[in-house]
């Protein structure tokens, strides 16, 4: 077991998806930052959509401008996204696959497949001292893609492993986390920083937050959900002490 601590990313689109249900503006994402970063979050991970289902491009500038932790701007790899995302300045971009139709980022990014467009399309932000992570599932072709076109990080989508443990289909589960295990390792023997995301809750985290190669993770509907009954601090704080807890460090 390692004991580096693990970085937590806490995404806030959803505090937006509440306040856009009825429009006006509360509740307020900008404050949702705020709390996160007083609760202990390492960063904020926000994800401006095609369709601003949730995050709207002045929460994107408010947020950039309010916290003084890392923002890691979420975006489909579009033009419009591109400008935006070089105006706002984040810590990180990931990029993410991105269907109007979706209810949520259903899998990770083709980078395998699209290749040569991605490796063009994030150079403005390797130019820009913005670091780029790819949005992925735990396969070698994209693992090895990543690292082709220059990706800083990878971020591993964990939704397969998060919805066997739910359905319990542990034997499933537990071969899913062996991919995940095995990509992890892969990437960071390419140079790649690895996180991991999508999915995870108080019940599933540990055994993707002992990987001793991944350093971040990216949690967001389970905490925002867990924050109507607990609070938001409060939510951030028992995800904070179980992966401390992983990482052997409480």
Do not use: W
């Amino acid at each position: 077991m390692t004991s580096s601590k693990l970085r937590l990313g806490v995404n806030i689109d959803h505090v937006a998806t509440v306040r856009n249900a009825r429009g006006g503006a509360t509740p307020d994402p900008v404050r949702a930052a705020l709390l996160a970063q007083e609760a202990g979050a390492d960063g904020i991970t926000a994800h401006l959509r095609e369709d601003r289902r949730h995050i709207r491009d002045a929460d994107m500038a408010a947020i950039a401008e309010a916290i003084d932790i890392p923002l890691n701007f979420e975006m489909g790899a579009t033009e419009e996204m591109q400008k935006i995302a070089l105006a706002t300045k984040p810590h990180a971009v990931c990029l993410v696959p991105e269907r109007r139709e979706e209810r949520t980022t259903e899998g990770g990014l083709d980078v395998a497949g699209d290749d040569n467009r991605l490796a063009a399309y994030i150079a403005p932000f390797k130019d820009a001292g913005t670091r780029v992570s790819m949005f992925i599932g735990p396969e070698i072709a994209q693992v090895e893609a990543s690292a082709r076109i220059g990706a800083d990080i990878i971020e591993l989508h964990c939704g397969l492993y998060c919805d066997l443990h739910d359905e319990g289909r542990f034997d499933e589960r537990d071969a899913e986390l062996a991919r995940l295990t095995a990509m992890a390792t892969h990437a960071h023997g390419l140079g790649l920083e690895v996180h991991a995301g999508h999915g995870l809750s108080f019940d599933n985290v540990t055994p993707v937050a002992v990987l001793p190669e991944v350093v971040e993770l990216n949690i967001g509907h389970f905490i925002i959900g867990e924050a109507i009954f607990t609070g938001l601090g409060p939510a951030i704080k028992e995800m904070r002490h179980i992966m401390d807890a992983a990482r052997g460090l409480s």
